[in-house]
């Protein structure tokens, strides 16, 4: 079975499980963790193998986001207001 058909951008509707986006600070854990949440029978993990074009990139945009949030809570960045983005539609 191809997870990647259940992916929540190809089938919105129809949508009703959850999603969480970890990130493993320390990668000889990932292993540990996979196996971990693998052993749940209501957790499913998609490896980035198994995602489309589409979903990839909706991936990277996300972690993009994340990652300038964070730089802003540092004060290494400054972010548009949300009054600003919305001026700008």
Known sequence: MNSSKNWPLNNIDHY???QLVVHIK?????????ELLKAFDYVEVLEPSQLS?????????LEESVQQ???HKQGKIK???AKALLDEL
């Open 16 to 18: 009703t499980m959850e």
């Open 26 to 34: 320390k990668k000889n854990k990932l292993a540990f963790i996979k």
């Open 53 to 61: 074009a589409k979903e990839k990139k909706w991936l990277a945009g």
């Open 69 to 71: 949030v964070n730089q």
């Open 79 to 81: 972010l548009k207001s």
